[in-house]
């Protein structure tokens, strides 16, 4: 059977908003297909959170057409519209004389869910999220940390399992390890796997944890798509080349893997400290385990050596 490429999930095309003589977002095309994580990153008021609600018409363009499953979205009503589409809004957003619990199930409930299901659903969600239903769904969103809420504007996005995601720096507002253990959760969560995700952050680190690929805007335009690894070693242009600059090395260490280097390591004498490892590990990790032995492994030489060929090699 010939390849059928898969019908894009969500087809974005030459998207402006103009506020005032700004162009704001200014011909911005891309197209995810089923399970792909999008990751709108770029400097602060470049555009991302104005692309994003364009998704869902909390913003109408002024050109440009966005699809969902080959449906223009303006044909749809966007109340409609929104309760298919699970939606994270950066000041989390939740209802301050509603539990957590009645947060978490406002979607359902506007879609009939049968309140048995409704109420499994909620304990499930909460549970993984870390929020011990007993303890939390009754209380208010004030009696809450900044951490806990951001986790129920997720429970509550997923909470009627819509097949399309949109997270607006989900994680924002919170310290670096506070954020990094949700951005875990988040990563390994069941509930997402499968979903078409659309997230925005400023986080360059963040961008590459969670991203299929990545969306790089300033100033409203596209300035590259393409996967962390595009962007990182074939940089489309200086801006490109800039904005990851700061975090050059360490996104190198952890984009390239062992797979990478392998051809770059000498074969005599073999280097057994490497042979436990798998060759999709990348070579930060690596790299941290052979230095935590004591003493240090002797093959960090051979793989800092490696890992220099190998960048040479996937930037050429
Ligand atoms: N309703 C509005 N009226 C006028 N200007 C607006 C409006 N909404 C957004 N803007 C402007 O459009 C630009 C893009 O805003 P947007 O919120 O999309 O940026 P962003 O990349 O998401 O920024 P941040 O990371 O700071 O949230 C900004 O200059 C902003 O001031």
Do not use: W
């Not at 506020?19 to 995810?32: C, K, M, N």
């Not at 680190?205 to 962390?228: C, H, K, N």
């Amino acid at each position: 059977m010939p390849d059928t490429p898969a019908l894009p999930v969500i087809r974005a095309r030459g998207l402006t908003k103009r506020y005032g003589p700004q162009r704001v977002v200014d011909d911005v095309s891309f197209e995810l297909t089923a399970g792909e994580t999008l990751v709108l990153l770029g400097p602060s008021g470049c555009g991302k959170t104005t692309v994003l609600k364009m998704l869902n018409r909390l913003v109408e363009p002024d050109a440009g057409t966005v699809e969902i499953n080959g449906q223009d979205v303006r044909r749809q009503r966007p109340e409609e519209l929104r309760r298919g589409l699970g939606y994270v809004i950066q000041q989390v957003g939740l209802l301050p004389h509603y539990s957590v619990a009645d947060n978490v199930a406002v979607v359902p409930r506007l879609l009939g869910h049968a309140p048995a299901a409704i109420e499994a659903r909620t304990h499930e969600l909460l549970t993984r999220l870390h929020l011990p239903p007993d303890e939390y769904a009754g209380r208010l969103p004030h009696e809450l940390s900044g951490g806990q809420q951001q986790r129920v504007g997720l429970a509550r996005a997923l909470a009627a399992d819509p097949p399309i995601v949109l997270l607006d720096e989900p994680f924002g507002a919170l310290d670096p390890v506070v954020r990094a253990g949700i951005r875990r959760d988040f990563r390994e969560l069941p509930e997402l796997r499968g979903k078409t995700v659309v997230l925005v952050t400023h986080d360059v680190a963040e961008a590459f944890e969670l991203a299929d690929r990545i969306l790089l805007l300033d100033a409203g335009r596209v300035q590259q798509l393409g996967t962390p690894r595009e962007l990182l070693l074939k940089p489309a242009n200086d801006f490109v080349r800039r904005f990851f600059a700061a975090e050059r090395l360490a996104l190198q260490l952890r984009t390239l893997t062992l797979a990478d280097v392998q051809p770059f390591l000498p074969t005599a004498p073999p280097l057994p400290a490497l042979a436990r490892f798998h060759l999709d590990t990348p070579v930060q990790t690596a790299l941290e385990q052979l230095t935590a032995a004591d003493p240090v492994a002797a093959a960090v030489g051979p793989l800092m050596h490696a890992f220099h060929h190998a960048l040479q090699a996937a930037s050429a």
